[in-house]
């Protein structure tokens, strides 16, 4: 059976020496200093892992404009801070790093998940099921005893990645905003509370939220030893959060398309099915000054 949502450090010990076709990749990154999780990755990482890197390769900014500033190229899947690579677009680069349609997928970062989510649904919008996130990150694995090596990695040779049917769906800006009145969505942003509320914007030239959004800071979703809560805990959460709202009309976000992860993640461990990611997010949406902002 494969790993679908959440793998052990345990698990992952047996599943690397069972013979299972398998990759492992690390997506550490600090949006406060985008090489930092490369150094990372080079210092101390699972034997045998890919390091995914959240700008260049989980995002498709395009080529920068007369000003210096990038744009999404044109056939990006959603626009915002870290756009969405198109479909056919992110298969060539799993089919460049050696990833095939057999293989087992073990996603994992040194944020708890906060950036390996990323990877973890894009996988599954290819119509790849069989990806889990390390739980706990590498911090779990060497706790368990788990191996690290600073050894550079040999290239895999190259795969032909088949696209499938998306697992998991993408809602653009236009959905988002075409629903904001009486349809069946229930907005969920994962950005922390003062962001929310909008009381400080660091990072988007607009503060706020996205109106009838509800707040579930994505950090919530994990214990004291940065692991995911056990599912009964996070569905009890969940369902105060949603207070009523049916949870498959939740459509996720927060400020690039990537700490939402989590969340969504969560709610599939609660044993709610899978939801909606709205991937442009709080950077797309206040991208245009037309669109309604609440702040509260």
């Known amino acids: 059976m494969p790993y679908t949502t959440l793998i052990s450090p345990e698990e992952l010990k047996v599943l690397r020496h069972g013979g299972t076709p398998l990759m492992v990749f690390d997506c550490s990154f600090d949006l406060f200093d985008v090489t930092a999780g490369e150094e990372r990755y080079r210092d101390a990482h699972i034997p045998g892992a890919v390091y995914a890197h959240l700008d260049r390769d989980l995002s498709d900014h395009g080529t920068p404009d007369a000003n210096g500033k990038s744009q999404p190229h044109p056939d990006a899947a959603s626009g915002g801070r870290h756009p969405l690579p198109a479909r056919e ?10 990833f095939s349609n ?7 970062d040194r944020s708890s998940g906060a950036y390996c989510g990323r990877l973890w649904w894009m996988l599954k919008w290819l119509g790849h099921d069989a990806v889990a996130v390390l739980d706990g990150g590498l911090k779990a694995w060497q706790e368990a005893g788990g191996e690290v ?15 499938k049917p998306p697992l998991r769906t993408l809602v653009t800006t236009k959905e988002v905003e075409a629903r904001l009145q009486g349809a069946k969505q229930t907005v969920v942003d994962a950005r922390a509370a003062p962001r929310y509320r909008g009381e400080v914007e660091p990072l988007d030239p607009v503060a706020g939220h996205i109106p009838g959004a509800l707040n579930r800071p994505f950090v919530e979703n994990f214990g004291a030893d940065g692991r995911f809560k056990p599912a ?19 459509v996720h976000h927060c400020g690039s398309g990537v700490s939402a992860l989590p969340n969504l993640i969560a709610m599939e461990v609660a044993g709610f099915g899978p939801t909606a990611l709205y ?4 950077s797309e949406w206040c991208s245009d000054p037309k669109r309604p902002v609440e702040k509260s």
């Open 89 to 98: 677009k992110f298969a060539i680069w799993l089919s460049r790093v050696g």
């Open 232 to 250: 009964a805990q996070l569905r009890e959460e969940f369902e105060r959060v949603l207070a009523g709202r049916d949870p498959s009309t939740a």
């Open 102 to 108: 057999d293989m087992q997928a073990v996603v994992y």
């Open 279 to 282: 991937a442009g997010s709080w």
């Open 149 to 163: 090596t600073a050894r550079v990695e040999p290239s895999h040779f190259q795969s032909n990645f088949e696209v």
